[in-house]
């Protein structure tokens, strides 16, 4: 259909029209140099009816083919084929933006989603319909994560690693009235010698410089009192700091407690000119009765009623102000010092033009919460398994790749299966003054300069991660000095590490497009059935002969205790056992959630190294070269299978044991009971909390039994569709658990 037919026809209804019309208009307009009074004459509408367009209020397709015709006749490039791209159905897939770099291949799905649809609509062989059913769902999953444009790019790593002002530089976040100040002083994040940033902070673009805060619930800033209360009153007593292991809140939260409630340490000069330091919520503790009671004072002095300002915006200000103004914002409410504001559980940092180096792309960063323990903390692994987000795992210089960095990447590895070297995750080293001139080459021999010493440096890094089973080769590596490197470069890298995530599934998408056209070929050909139809049969005897849950290799608590084991600190256990096993440093069930899923990758492995050797084999089969796209996509699905067990297996692991602990009140209070027996105590409760797992052998049986069913749902029924005639129909959360680009294949 022309768009004059369809202007005429009106075959569009408003509410199908572009969400982002208003602005693709505007840009248009804007590209054509035209003003509203020369796109109104051109077109033969009134101006005011242009800059309604343009605001986003209702228009007419007609209305709309009347601007577009006349923006290409004053010169704009764009309009001529966003005419084509409005006219355009979609019936399969949503309709994406106009600037989607994925756009092209878009439409290419929805006509090849149509050509499927077409063919099903007649009685087929069923081996042809079951793998063009698999396809189909699988071109509907990736088509889905790509017509969403939205991706994060999260920097972890320790406390104290830089993190912070690398990512004020690299993104510009600086205080322009600062040049020539010490680092710490220009960013607009706040940064120091660690433990400085209270929550996670998201940079993204807004409509204007401003903050927005999502606040702590009030049952966590209690318990925050609490612990802060509780260290507190414990440290009254000396003889009992002396017998115990030391305790006490993250200086983070203690600093922001301790300026909201008016109780900080009031460092004061004698005549003398002596310095002490006096510390005001000791003296409150010893005017209270009770720790009750002192805790019931701080909370009071919270005034948590009037904290209930969530947005802060700049305006009136040029964006040299604007920075500024941030800069002390920040400051002010990552410290607690806005009467106002509540304690934030994250912080939006929003900026008109964040992200405008990635057009068609909606890019945030995320500064997260610095490590302080060996633990993978909720916040960060809900990170890694995020398939939008690109992790960048932070390191000194010297120290890379740090002992954190080396075990977030086993984490992502045995915890997920996810593959390191298609954009999901890179390391970047945070090199200081000299540093990289401090690299020595195998025959000690310096580098020339910084680049040399950033290659010298990769070198080792990669001989590092390449020491296990080879599974961490390929992850990149990048660099940045603060003080002295080139910003745009390294953003352009990461930037690139985004595209390479959604090439991913684009080349997926493509793939089984290319699948589903061959079967459609070719369907009328008897050799090409046949072979599809021998690939089902081998695929049958198979599963016939190994369709049992593989038996367990370890018990999902295990993972739990070997991270107890690793604390660093006795007041993360210590706050742990203060909320029944759910602390944000430290939570019980995640641990456990990452066990089962452990367990399900490695029960699971010589399992599908069999399906692999199948696979080989029926590959290698010139009886079968009609079918190898076939066989092909089978490979690939099966990553999929094996990480959506995996996924459900965490799920369920947490599911059967969190109700179960944090109902046990008598395991918690033995648990935090141990405080005050002497060193010792994270041993003491790790004991209680093993001893806990092993009496529980109707919750270990039930997790057994929901296992057996996550791995039909998951594995033995999607296999059993392509080698089955009579195999009944995947619910819908199997068919689209399919795509999973970013899996390690099956023999990994």
Same mark, same amino acid.
């Given at each position: 259909?022309?768009?004059?037919?369809?202007?005429?026809?009106?075959?569009?209804?408003?509410?199908?029209?572009?969400?982002?019309?208003?602005?693709?208009?505007?840009?248009?307009? &804007?590209?054509?140099?035209?003003?509203?009074?020369?796109?109104?004459?051109?077109?033969?509408?009134?101006?005011?009816?242009?800059?309604?367009?343009?605001?986003?209020?209702?228009?007419?397709?007609?209305? /709309?083919?009347?601007?577009?015709?006349?923006?290409?006749?004053?010169?704009?490039?764009?309009?001529?084929?966003?005419? =084509?791209?409005?006219?355009?159905?979609?019936?399969?897939?949503?309709?994406?933006?106009?600037?989607?770099?994925?756009?092209?291949?878009?439409?290419?799905?929805?006509?090849?989603?149509?050509?499927?649809?077409?063919?099903?609509?007649?009685?087929? %062989?069923?081996?042809?319909?079951?793998?063009?059913?698999?396809?189909?769902?699988?071109?509907?999953?990736?088509? &889905?994560?790509?017509?969403?444009?939205?991706?994060? /790019?999260?920097?972890?790593?320790?406390?104290?690693?830089? =993190?912070?002002? +690398?990512?004020?530089?690299?993104?510009?976040?600086?205080?322009?009235?600062?040049?020539?100040?010490?680092?710490?002083?220009?960013?607009?994040?706040?940064?120091?010698?660690?433990?400085?940033?209270?929550?996670?902070?998201?940079?993204?673009?807004? %409509?204007?410089?401003?903050?927005?805060?999502?606040?702590?619930?009030?049952?966590?800033?209690?318990?925050?009192?609490?612990?802060?209360?509780?260290?507190?009153?414990?440290?009254?007593?000396?003889?009992?700091?002396?017998?115990?292991?030391?305790?006490?809140?993250?200086?983070?939260?203690?600093?922001?407690?301790?300026?909201?409630?008016?109780?900080?340490?009031?460092?004061?000069?004698?005549?003398?000119?002596?310095?002490?330091?006096?510390?005001?919520?000791?003296?409150?503790?010893?005017?209270?009765?009770?720790?009750?009671?002192?805790?019931?004072?701080?909370?009071?002095?919270? =005034?948590?009623?009037?904290?209930?300002?969530?947005?802060?915006?700049?305006?009136?200000?040029?964006?040299?102000?604007?920075?500024?103004?941030?800069?002390?914002?920040?400051?002010?409410?990552?410290?607690?010092?806005?009467?106002?504001?509540?304690?934030?559980?994250?912080?939006?940092?929003?900026?008109? +033009?964040?992200?405008?180096?990635?057009?068609?792309?909606?890019?945030?960063?995320?500064?997260?919460?610095?490590?302080?323990?060996?633990?993978?903390?909720?916040?960060?692994?809900?990170?890694?398994?995020?398939?939008?987000?690109?992790?960048?795992?932070?390191?000194?210089?010297?120290?890379?790749?740090?002992?954190?960095?080396?075990?977030?990447?086993?984490?992502?590895?045995?915890?997920?299966?996810?593959?390191?070297?298609?954009?999901?995750?890179?390391?970047?080293?945070?090199?200081?003054?000299?540093?990289?001139?401090?690299?020595?080459?195998?025959?000690?021999?310096?580098?020339?300069?910084?680049?040399?010493?950033?290659?010298?440096?990769?070198?080792?890094?990669?001989?590092?991660?390449?020491?296990?089973?080879?599974?961490?080769?390929?992850? %990149?590596?990048?660099?940045?000095?603060?003080?002295?490197?080139?910003? +745009?470069?390294?953003?352009?890298?990461?930037?690139?590490?985004?595209?390479?995530?959604?090439?991913?599934?684009?080349?997926?998408?493509?793939?089984?497009?290319?699948?589903?056209?061959?079967?459609?070929?070719?369907?009328?050909?008897?050799?090409?059935?046949?072979?599809?139809?021998?690939?089902?049969?081998?695929?049958?005897?198979?599963?016939?002969?190994?369709?049992?849950?593989?038996?367990?290799?370890?018990?999902?608590?295990?993972?739990?205790?070997?991270?107890?084991?690793?604390?660093?600190?006795?007041?993360?256990?210590?706050?742990?056992?203060?909320?029944?096993?759910?602390?944000?440093?430290?939570?019980?069930?995640?641990?456990?959630?990452?066990?089962?899923?452990?367990?399900?990758?490695?029960?699971?492995?010589?399992?599908?190294? =069999?399906?692999?050797? /199948?696979?080989?084999?029926?590959?290698?089969?010139?009886?079968?070269?009609?079918?190898?796209?076939? /066989?092909?996509?089978?490979?690939?699905?099966?990553?999929?299978?094996?990480?959506?067990?995996?996924?459900?297996?965490?799920?369920?692991?947490?599911?059967?044991?969190?109700? %179960?602990?944090?109902?046990?009140?008598?395991?918690?209070?033995?648990?935090?009971?141990?405080?005050?027996?002497?060193?010792?105590?994270?041993?003491?409760?790790?004991?209680?909390?093993?001893?806990?797992?092993?009496?529980?052998?109707?919750?270990?049986?039930?997790?057994?039994?929901?296992?057996?069913?996550?791995?039909?749902?998951?594995?033995?029924?999607?296999?059993?569709?392509?080698?089955?005639?009579?195999?009944?129909?995947?619910?819908?959360?199997?068919?689209?658990?399919?795509?999973?680009?970013?899996?390690?294949?099956?023999?990994?």
């Amino acid at each position: 259909m022309t768009l004059k037919a369809f202007a005429k026809e009106q075959v569009m209804s408003v509410s199908q029209l572009p969400p982002t019309l208003a602005q693709d208009i505007a840009a248009f307009r &804007s590209e054509a140099g035209a003003t509203q009074i020369q796109l109104s004459a051109k077109a033969g509408v009134d101006q005011s009816r242009i800059s309604r367009i343009e605001k986003g209020e209702a228009s007419t397709p007609l209305e /709309i083919q009347k601007v577009l015709s006349a923006l290409v006749e004053l010169g704009s490039k764009g309009a001529a084929e966003y005419a =084509k791209y409005v006219e355009s159905d979609w019936h399969h897939v949503e309709r994406p933006d106009f600037s989607n770099p994925q756009r092209g291949v878009l439409e290419f799905a929805e006509g090849a989603l149509q050509q499927i649809a077409e063919f099903l609509d007649e009685d087929r %062989p069923w081996p042809l319909k079951r793998q063009l059913e698999r396809q189909r769902a699988a071109i509907e999953a990736s088509a &889905s994560y790509l017509g969403k444009t939205g991706h994060q /790019i999260a920097f972890i790593g320790e406390v104290g690693v830089g =993190k912070s002002t +690398a990512i004020s530089f690299l993104y510009g976040l600086l205080d322009p009235t600062m040049v020539g100040a010490e680092l710490r002083e220009r960013v607009v994040l706040e940064t120091g010698g660690g433990h400085t940033t209270l929550c996670e902070v998201n940079i993204r673009r807004g %409509p204007g410089y401003g903050i927005i805060v999502q606040a702590q619930s009030d049952e966590e800033i209690r318990n925050l009192v609490g612990d802060f209360c509780a260290a507190t009153w414990l440290r009254r007593s000396s003889a009992a700091a002396e017998k115990n292991d030391s305790v006490n809140v993250s200086e983070e939260v203690q600093r922001a407690l301790r300026n909201m409630s008016g109780l900080t340490v009031k460092r004061e000069r004698d005549a003398a000119g002596k310095t002490t330091s006096r510390d005001q919520a000791a003296e409150l503790a010893s005017q209270c009765e009770t720790e009750e009671e002192f805790r019931a004072r701080v909370i009071d002095r919270l =005034k948590l009623e009037v904290r209930t300002r969530r947005e802060v915006w700049i305006e009136d200000v040029g964006a040299k102000g604007a920075m500024q103004q941030l800069r002390k914002l920040f400051r002010e409410i990552n410290n607690g010092r806005l009467s106002d504001v509540p304690m934030p559980a994250s912080i939006d940092l929003l900026l008109p +033009a964040f992200g405008s180096e990635s057009p068609g792309l909606g890019i945030s960063a995320v500064d997260t919460k610095g490590l302080d323990e060996v633990a993978v903390r909720a916040d960060l692994d809900a990170r890694l398994k995020d398939p939008r987000t690109h992790v960048v795992l932070c390191s000194t210089f010297n120290q890379a790749p740090s002992t954190s960095v080396q075990l977030l990447l086993d984490h992502l590895r045995n915890a997920h299966g996810v593959r390191v070297d298609n954009g999901k995750v890179s390391v970047l080293a945070l090199p200081r003054d000299d540093e990289a001139m401090a690299v020595k080459d195998d025959s000690g021999e310096p580098p020339i300069d910084d680049e040399d010493g950033y290659n010298l440096k990769r070198d080792q890094i990669l001989r590092t991660l390449a020491g296990g089973d080879g599974a961490l080769n390929g992850v %990149p590596i990048l660099f940045f000095n603060a003080k002295k490197d080139d910003a +745009a470069k390294v953003r352009g890298e990461l930037i690139g590490q985004v595209e390479r995530l959604r090439q991913s599934y684009e080349t997926r998408l493509l793939d089984e497009c290319a699948a589903a056209d061959e079967v459609v070929r070719h369907h009328e050909t008897q050799a090409f059935t046949a072979a599809v139809q021998a690939v089902a049969d081998r695929l049958g005897h198979f599963l016939g002969a190994h369709a049992a849950l593989p038996p367990r290799v370890r018990q999902p608590s295990q993972e739990l205790i070997e991270a107890m084991g690793a604390i660093r600190y006795a007041s993360t256990i210590w706050a742990m056992t203060r909320r029944n096993g759910e602390y944000y440093n430290f939570s019980v069930s995640h641990q456990v959630g990452a066990g089962g899923a452990k367990d399900a990758l490695l029960r699971s492995k010589t399992w599908f190294d =069999k399906l692999q050797g /199948i696979l080989d084999t029926l590959q290698q089969d010139a009886d079968l070269a009609l079918a190898q796209k076939t /066989i092909q996509q089978v490979e690939t699905s099966a990553a999929g299978w094996r990480r959506a067990f995996a996924e459900a297996a965490r799920t369920a692991a947490v599911e059967v044991y969190r109700g %179960p602990l944090e109902a046990d009140v008598s395991l918690w209070s033995r648990c935090a009971a141990q405080w005050g027996a002497g060193p010792g105590f994270k041993v003491r409760v790790e004991r209680l909390i093993r001893d806990w797992f092993e009496a529980q052998t109707e919750l270990n049986q039930k997790l057994e039994g929901v296992m057996a069913a996550l791995w039909d749902d998951a594995v033995v029924r999607p296999l059993e569709r392509l080698s089955n005639e009579s195999a009944e129909e995947l619910p819908e959360d199997v068919r689209s658990a399919v795509v999973v680009p970013f899996a390690r294949p099956v023999s990994a």
